[in-house]
């Protein structure tokens, strides 16, 4: 994982910008803020279990873990409201991209 949960505040900002790039670690970054509730963000199991989704797809076997573990403490529903944020997330960056 990198090393910007570490920090006392979160960039979140910057690490949304370096999502869009398609940066895993930053995927990752975000799916632990996320699910910790890192730097004072509010604990959110979808979004983590999207970005960490984003993530495990891209091959990091630390996110792929880590979505495991929340998923335990999700619904059906919510699973399945993360990943399609995922795919949302995919489209909208690839559509700016082209």
């Given at each position: 994982?990198?090393?910007?949960l ?25 799916g632990?803020a ?35 573990e ?11 409201s ?12 690839q559509?700016?991209?082209?």
């Amino acid at each position: 994982m990198g090393s910007s949960l570490n920090n006392a505040h979160f960039p979140f900002d910057s690490r949304i910008a370096d999502a869009a790039r398609g940066n895993i670690d930053a995927y990752l970054d975000l799916g632990m803020a996320y699910s910790s509730g890192a730097s004072g963000m509010r604990i959110d199991l979808i979004e983590a279990h999207k970005w960490f989704n984003l993530a495990a797809v891209a091959g990091n076997e630390e996110a792929q873990a880590c979505r495991s573990e929340i998923a335990e403490d999700m619904s059906a529903r919510e699973i399945a409201s993360a990943q399609a944020a995922a795919r949302a997330w995919l489209r909208s960056t690839q559509r700016e991209a082209a």
